[in-house]
């Protein structure tokens, strides 16, 4: 379960990545998309591909999938926290729960749903120290780049004659969707420390208006003192 394989997210991405190498290892995969398909079931190289009913993580959906399926086991890649006071996955679905934990402490509402998980997968070092912090024994898997996505310097030192940044100056970098301002994505406290270090810039993966009970990015910038160093991206 995670995002559709064909999308280029971060959950997307990898995704495709451990579906295709689960079914090159001989396992007989089926693929949830909690985000980005409606409507139908898609098959995505020889993979089944099943549709979310309503958008969000809590989708309920889940619960017919998994009576259909009948998975030997359930990996989740988002963030666990979603599923902390939902019936499913029943007690009886082996869970894996590979998720990210991006904060110091651990949250609780984390902590609340990785106990019920039957393994709890760290992405990072940090999330595996945290993760074992609050109890938990996880087993640390990070994520990877397939090669053939071909990351290359060359195409950093393009982004940033793109973005019009100096090609000495430090880059910071965000990506999210900026929603319910503050909270989320900390868009606001990233510009508020780059007021605190001249000459370098800040990029934000993100649309700049204002969107679900959040502030325009372009005002927030203007507000620190940033404007000329904060960079979003082209809205297309």
């Given at each position: 379960?995670?995002?559709?394989?064909?999308?280029?997210?971060?959950?997307?991405?990898?995704?495709?990545?451990?579906?295709?190498?689960?079914?090159?290892?001989?396992?007989?995969?089926?693929?949830?998309?909690?985000?980005?398909?409606?409507?139908?079931?898609?098959?995505?190289?020889?993979?089944?591909?099943?549709?979310?009913?309503?958008?969000?993580?809590?989708?309920?959906?889940?619960?017919?999938?998994?009576?259909?399926?009948?998975?030997?086991?359930?990996?989740?890649?988002?963030?666990?926290?979603?599923?902390?006071?939902?019936?499913?996955?029943?007690?009886?679905?082996?869970?894996?729960?590979?998720?990210?934990?991006?904060?110091?402490?651990?949250?609780?509402?984390?902590?609340q749903a990785l106990k019920r998980?039957?393994?709890?997968?760290?992405?990072?070092?940090?999330?595996?120290?945290?993760?074992?912090?609050?109890?938990?024994?996880?087993?640390?898997?990070?994520?990877?780049?397939?090669?053939t996505f071909g990351y290359t310097?060359?195409?950093?030192?393009?982004?940033?004659?793109?973005l019009q940044v100096p090609e000495?100056?430090?880059?910071?970098?965000?990506?999210?969707?900026?929603?319910?301002?503050?909270?989320?994505?900390?868009?606001?406290?990233?510009?508020?420390?780059?007021?605190?270090?001249?000459?370098?810039?800040?990029?934000?993966?993100?649309?700049?208006?204002?969107?679900?009970?959040?502030?325009?990015?372009?005002?927030?910038?203007?507000?620190?003192?940033?404007?000329?160093?904060?960079?979003?991206?082209?809205?297309?």
């Amino acid at each position: 379960a995670s995002n559709v394989p064909w999308s280029p997210t971060g959950y997307g991405t990898q995704g495709a990545s451990l579906a295709l190498r689960l079914k090159r290892d001989g396992f007989d995969v089926v693929y949830y998309a909690n985000y980005g398909l409606h409507g139908g079931v898609i098959e995505w190289n020889g993979i089944s591909v099943l549709p979310g009913a309503q958008d969000g993580y809590q989708d309920p959906i889940i619960d017919g999938h998994i009576r259909a399926v009948q998975p030997d086991l359930l990996i989740t890649l988002f963030d666990a926290w979603a599923w902390r006071e939902t019936p499913w996955p029943p007690d009886s679905v082996r869970w894996a729960a590979w998720a990210p934990v991006d904060h110091t402490p651990i949250s609780k509402a984390n902590i609340q749903a990785l106990k019920r998980a039957r393994y709890a997968l760290a992405m990072s070092a940090h999330g595996r120290d945290q993760m074992e912090s609050a109890g938990l024994s996880p087993v640390y898997i990070p994520h990877g780049i397939e090669k053939t996505f071909g990351y290359t310097t060359n195409g950093r030192r393009e982004f940033r004659r793109y973005l019009q940044v100096p090609e000495g100056a430090f880059l910071f970098g965000s990506v999210g969707l900026h929603r319910y301002y503050p909270h989320r994505k900390s868009f606001d406290r990233l510009m508020a420390a780059l007021a605190k270090v001249p000459d370098a810039y800040l990029y934000l993966h993100a649309l700049p208006d204002t969107q679900a009970g959040s502030v325009d990015l372009r005002d927030i910038a203007e507000f620190y003192g940033v404007a000329n160093r904060v960079i979003t991206a082209d809205v297309y």
